[in-house]
T-cell receptor, first 110, second 114 residues
Framework: TQLLEQSPQFLSIQEGENLTVYCNSS?????LQWYRQEPGEGPVLLVTVVTGGEVKKLKRLTFQFGDARKDSSLHITAAQPGDTGLYLC??????????FGTGTLLAVQP | DAGVIQSPRHEVTEMGQEVTLRCKPI?????LFWYRQTMMRGLELLIYFNNNVPIDDSGMPEDRFSAKMPNASFSTLKIQPSEPRDSAVYFCASSSTSGVSPLHFGNGTRLTVT
């Protein structure tokens, strides 16, 4: 059962464009993490958000946690080919078990 | 500092054979997770351990799958007998149980069952 829906599933853009990907659930999360996965490797953590309405920035990446803690977004400004990869959100709960979303596969063309 | 180490990186086997995947977590991490990734189902949690004890194995698909963690530095995931539908990339990850801890993933084992 997928508890976290991500959209879009696939995104192909040109270098320099901006984009936003979304992570949604029908239930409240205690925390949310974003990961990026490159081919042949495991996912790598980008950020953790825990407070409703929280915004975090990591260079050209901006992460927002919804006020109701049911959704999150990742915005990339001036995308570069190095941003290519699979972006995954993951929800935490009372335990340290993480459930991952369906993923957004991003391709940035030079 | 060594990350999570998985072996083998690739495994090709015939249907019906036993497959054993191995994982060495990051030293000092006391939680270990096994995930399976496919195009159709994404990244699914199979089982996780805290302090070497299995906590939740509800994601293990069938009795053909079993996982052990005999000590803090080693875990195995075994499939016996293997079937073509088990073909996937299997990831091991570890984390500290303190607070909201990130998962540190290995590079996975790509399993192909023919």
């Amino acid at each position: 059962t997928q508890l976290l829906e991500q959209s879009p599933q696939f995104l192909s853009i040109q270098e320099g464009e901006n984009l936003t990907v979304y992570c949604n659930s029908s239930s409240v999360f205690s925390s949310l993490q974003w990961y990026r996965q490159e081919p042949g490797e495991g996912p790598v953590l980008l950020v953790t958000v825990v407070t409703g309405g929280e915004v975090k920035k990591l260079k050209r990446l901006t992460f927002q946690f919804g006020d109701a803690r049911k959704d999150s977004s990742l915005h990339i400004t001036a995308a570069q080919p190095g941003d290519t990869g699979l972006y995954l959100c993951a929800r935490g709960g009372a335990t340290n078990k993480l459930i991952f979303g369906t993923g957004t596969l991003l391709a940035v063309q030079p | 500092d060594a990350g999570v180490i998985q072996s083998p990186r690739h495994e090709v086997t015939e249907m019906g054979q036993e497959v054993t995947l191995r994982c060495k977590p990051i030293s000092g991490h006391n939680s270990l997770f096994w995930y399976r990734q496919t195009m159709m189902r994404g990244l699914e949690l199979l089982i996780y351990f805290n302090n070497n004890v299995p906590i939740d194995d509800s994601g293990m698909p069938e009795d053909r799958f079993s996982a052990k963690m005999p000590n803090a530095s080693f875990s195995t995931l075994k499939i016996q007998p293997s079937e073509p539908r088990d073909s996937a990339v299997y990831f091991c990850a570890s984390s500290s149980t303190s607070g909201v801890s990130p998962l540190h993933f290995g590079n996975g084992t790509r399993l192909t069952v023919t």
